[in-house]
């Protein structure tokens, strides 16, 4: 049996370029006002069977939660057909109807009857609700003191109690503290389990994937793929892997353009740049430019340009050097960052003695890291040029960077290589 139909749904939203300030200007130019129409769902179809659950995906802006208002009837489509076949219960925006003035008790009461229970339901409720609040300290107080957390746990658990046949659920699980997000993931499993109709909306991967059914990728209006949970899951993230990637390629091109331009007169300086006060108090290229290092570019294992690995994957850092004066004393060095600074790993060719005295006046040097071997995150990168003794010829401090994405969600900085046993 069906419980969600939806058939041909579009729907479009006006962006309008200029606001009428007063009332007067909006009567008399209101046919002037430029607008652009911006169409959110375009010929959306699926169905939904009863007692399933389906999680909803995409980035920000592609349609997820646009969808779940037009299930709610809190707009309607420009086209198109939606069908809901038994009594439903969202929670989109927690706490809508409530009064600051009056108490949480009082709140319940007037939420609950605007979900659709009757007086009598709500008093048969309301010891539950309360309870699964944690609030009976503070129930009789003005909901106008209560912290962000406490009102959106009373709300949670108002709308979660209502006893829907179609619960239709959007990003709400960031609800007070570790404890309480739980108890609601719990509370929506038992919906579950008793043969309620989900659809689920999140961006934590982990949660769509143990609660849900099948999942729908909405991305620029439409449904990208609909399918099993893992199939879909991984699909999205491979197209925000390169979607991500090609951002990067342009960052860290846009950063090797600036460098060449810049090269030019750096390349007519004797000394080693210093910060003055004319200058900003962030220098991230300095040295006396004896030595040059340009085009820094991060490649995989097949020797195309990518900005986003996985912790298993193959990475290659290069860059191209251009000795200006025959000097012996050269050593090149690789430097890895967390974002907020923590050195993960620093080396340099004098550190590991590398003969460097047979090299060319210019050319490409290649750093290889077989296994990327550090958790999810952003990592900041340093490439330098300098004397032994640390004088630097061309210093790039952190001015370019690589992503790392793993399905696992471990902590700290690097994944050291091993395995579970079990006596």
């Not at 699926?46 to 709610?72: A, P």
């Amino acid at each position: 049996m069906i419980a969600i139909e939806v058939k041909g749904v579009y729907k479009k939203f006006r962006i309008y370029y200029d606001k009428n300030k007063t009332l007067k200007t909006h009567i008399l130019f209101w046919k002037r006002q430029r607008f652009e129409e911006f169409w959110a769902l375009k010929n959306v179809n699926f169905t939904v069977d009863t007692g399933k659950t389906i999680g909803l995906i995409g980035q920000n802006g592609s349609g997820k939660s646009t969808l779940l208002k037009l299930l709610t009837k809190i707009i309607f489509p420009d086209q198109g057909k939606i069908n809901l076949y038994g009594k439903v219960s969202s929670l989109l925006e927690l706490g809508a109807g409530f009064h600051p003035d009056f108490t949480g008790k009082e709140n319940i009461y007037m939420n609950a009857s605007i979900l659709g229970l009757t007086k009598r339901q709500i008093d048969n409720r309301l010891g539950e609700i309360i309870q699964f609040s944690e609030l009976e300290e503070f129930i009789e107080n003005p909901v106008r003191t209560y912290s962000s957390g406490m009102y959106m746990r009373l709300a949670f658990s108002i709308a979660i109690n209502v006893n829907p046949d179609i619960l239709l659920v959007d990003e709400v699980l960031a609800v007070g503290d570790a404890s309480f997000q739980k108890k609601c993931l719990e509370k929506i499993k038992e919906l579950k389990r008793d043969g309620k109709t989900i659809v689920f909306v999140s961006h934590d991967l982990s949660i769509i994937e143990k609660l849900c059914d099948e999942v729908i990728w909405v991305d620029g209006g439409i449904i990208k793929e609909r399918g099993q949970c893992r199939r879909v899951i991984d699909s999205y993230l491979v197209f925000l892997a390169a979607k991500e990637n090609q951002k990067m390629i342009h960052k860290n091109e846009m950063t090797n353009k600036k460098e060449a331009l810049s090269s030019g007169s750096e390349n007519q300086t004797s000394d080693v740049r210093k910060v003055t006060d004319s200058e900003p108090s962030v220098v991230d290229r300095w040295g006396n430019m004896k030595v040059l290092i340009s085009d820094v570019k991060f490649l995989d294992e097949n020797g195309q340009i990518k900005y986003v690995f996985d912790t298993s994957e193959k990475c290659v850092i290069t860059f191209d050097y251009e000795v200006k004066n025959r000097i012996q004393d050269i050593v090149f060095g690789i430097g890895i960052y967390t974002s907020d600074g923590i050195c993960c790993y620093g080396t340099n060719t004098y550190i590991e003695r590398v003969d460097l005295e047979k090299i060319s006046l210019q050319g490409k040097i290649f750093f290889e890291i077989p296994v990327v071997s550090l958790i999810e995150g952003t990592y900041l990168v340093d490439v330098a040029a300098h004397a032994s003794d640390g004088l630097p010829y061309d210093y790039h401090s952190r001015r370019y960077s690589f992503k790392v994405h793993s399905e696992i969600k471990d902590v700290g900085i690097f994944r050291p290589e091993h395995k579970w046993r079990f006596l």
